[in-house]
């Protein structure tokens, strides 16, 4: 366990046990409570697509809906399922339609109607889930044919023009550019929308729609690159904001590779309500566990609200606490793609070694996860020859420290959306790097009791600390008073918070049984 960096096991193992003892109480009221996201993504399952003339897709209208007539704490399943046998009807998106015109109420219903209706919501979710299934089986079956990248880390590059139909080309240009993860940014602002929207996009500002209509379109488009290539290309979008859950599980259905999913950005970054947050988090990633997708987690955030020397510990714990929420799930390490990222002040005395510390320390703490390093955004100045050599400094860090995802760095960065051609110099620099010194990670060893050492070890221990004091007042009280990213998130507040229910007593989500079963 000591490795190149000598971390004192006991420590590492009484990280992680603060981490859990943190985490904890937030997976019991994950474990308690359900949201409208999470009865979406239930009924999405069970087969309700499609949106109304104005736009508003059947599955909100459907919640919607039995929320009025019965509430959320029971679940959706049965009620919409016992309607289902009232009506006499087969489709659950037609169910929603007559559900939206009026014409149909529900109810909680008890004894064998209750029962005749859980295993008809059963039998309709585990219909949607095997076809997840069927897509990860589909996934394996392309890596195996075409094969993954030659090198590691994995080359990531993110494309969006707010036009699905204009981001295809792009992708598919980058991709033979060397990409090996394309990355398709969601529309500014989409986090916050408590719906998904319905069909292919052309109108995204800073990013495309995230749909099921455009995670088909380019998930086609890449595996035909996939197969000119000879190399399996992924692709990743975002399952986080009010709509995490549904996102996860369209993102499953459409056969996505990676997906952004932290346990905290969208309380910290969008004020999202904490436990609404929390609670969609642990589903998303149930699903995701289901599906063999790799999340993306968003430490690198935190550095761009908070100094990256002085708070790199908060960093190490959002780590862990991801590590944490995501084996309770059942998320396999292969699937833990922990963020981190480079973004120390380049005048800070001897920054080089200080971002090696930092990456060193998550690759030793993680040794079979995925690592996502973040190429440098807050320090960038618009000096496009100076941001060229920051990325460049960037991606020798990432091959020395053996990370699995490198995020591919833009000398434009916070001036303009990248152009190809600076996609196209940027991925020069990654394939320089990593063709001169793809193998130096072999080699580099910090020197004993030097400077990259002592450094990984005091942000260790005080990652201890911290966590220390998170298990003394409560996870939920820390993001409160401001612990991460400087942002103060109270768990009584925030966006969401109405879309949040207690579970009845008798609460049931077929889904969730589904998974929890298979785990």
Request: proline share 4%; with cysteine; aromatic share 6%.
């Amino acid at each position: 366990m000591s490795g190149k960096l000598d971390l004192d096991p006991a420590l590492v193992a009484r990280a992680r046990e603060l981490a859990r003892r943190a985490g904890q109480p937030v997976v019991e009221l994950a474990r308690t409570h359900t949201t409208v996201s999470v009865e979406r993504a239930v009924l999405r399952l069970a087969g309700v697509a499609g949106a109304d003339p104005d736009g508003i897709p059947w599955v909100n209208r459907l919640v919607d809906a039995v929320v009025a007539d019965v509430g959320l704490g029971h679940g959706v399943a049965v009620p919409v399922f016992d309607a289902l046998v009232r009506e006499q009807l087969d489709d659950v998106t037609l169910l929603a339609q007559k559900a939206a015109a009026g014409s149909v109420r529900f109810a909680q219903p008890g004894g064998r109607a209750a029962t005749v209706a859980r295993r008809a919501s059963r039998r309709a979710v585990g219909a949607g889930i095997r076809q997840v299934d069927r897509r990860r089986a589909e996934r394996d079956r392309l890596v195996k044919r075409y094969g993954d990248p030659k090198q590691r880390p994995w080359i990531y590059l993110i494309v969006a023009t707010g036009d699905i139909y204009e981001d295809i080309p792009q992708a598919q240009a980058a991709a033979r550019a060397g990409a090996d993860v394309i990355a398709v940014i969601r529309s500014t602002g989409q986090s916050l929308l408590d719906y998904v929207p319905e069909g292919a996009t052309r109108e995204g500002f800073a990013g495309t729609y995230a749909t099921q209509e455009n995670f088909r379109l380019m998930r086609a488009a890449l595996d035909e690159t996939s197969k000119e290539l000879g190399r399996y290309v992924r692709l990743t979008n975002y399952a986080s904001g009010l709509c995490m859950p549904e996102m996860a599980t369209l993102a499953g259905l459409e056969r996505l590779d990676m997906m952004l999913n932290d346990s905290m950005y969208g309380i910290l970054f969008r004020d999202i309500n904490p436990i609404r947050t929390f609670v969609d988090q642990r589903f998303s990633r149930q699903v995701h566990a289901r599906a063999g997708i790799i999340i993306n987690t968003g430490e690198d955030n935190y550095l761009t609200t908070a100094d990256a020397v002085d708070e790199a510990h908060t960093v190490t714990v959002s780590q862990l606490l991801n590590e944490f929420f995501a084996h309770e799930a059942g998320l396999a390490d292969g699937q833990l793609g922990l963020g981190h990222a480079f973004e120390i002040n380049p005048e800070v005395p001897e920054s080089f070694r200080l971002e090696l510390a930092h990456a060193l320390l998550a690759r030793e703490l993680f040794p079979d996860a995925p690592l996502k390093w973040m190429p440098p955004t807050k320090h960038m100045t618009g000096d496009v020859f100076r941001g060229n050599l920051l990325d460049g400094f960037f991606n020798l860090v990432g091959t020395m420290t053996g990370q699995g995802i490198l995020l591919v760095g833009m000398m434009t960065e916070a001036v303009v959306t990248p152009w190809l051609s600076d996609r196209d110099i940027a991925l020069q620099n990654v394939r320089y790097v990593l063709g001169a010194a793809g193998g130096l990670h072999e080699d580099f060893v910090p020197a004993p009791g030097g400077f990259i050492q002592q450094r990984a070890r005091r942000v260790l221990g005080e990652a201890v600390d911290l966590l220390e004091r998170i298990g003394d007042q409560s996870l939920l009280t820390a993001i409160a008073e401001g612990t991460f990213g400087i942002m103060k998130r109270p768990a009584d507040r925030g966006k969401g918070l109405s879309g949040v229910a207690r579970h009845e007593a008798d609460y049931y989500n077929p889904a969730t049984e589904i998974l929890e079963q298979s785990a």
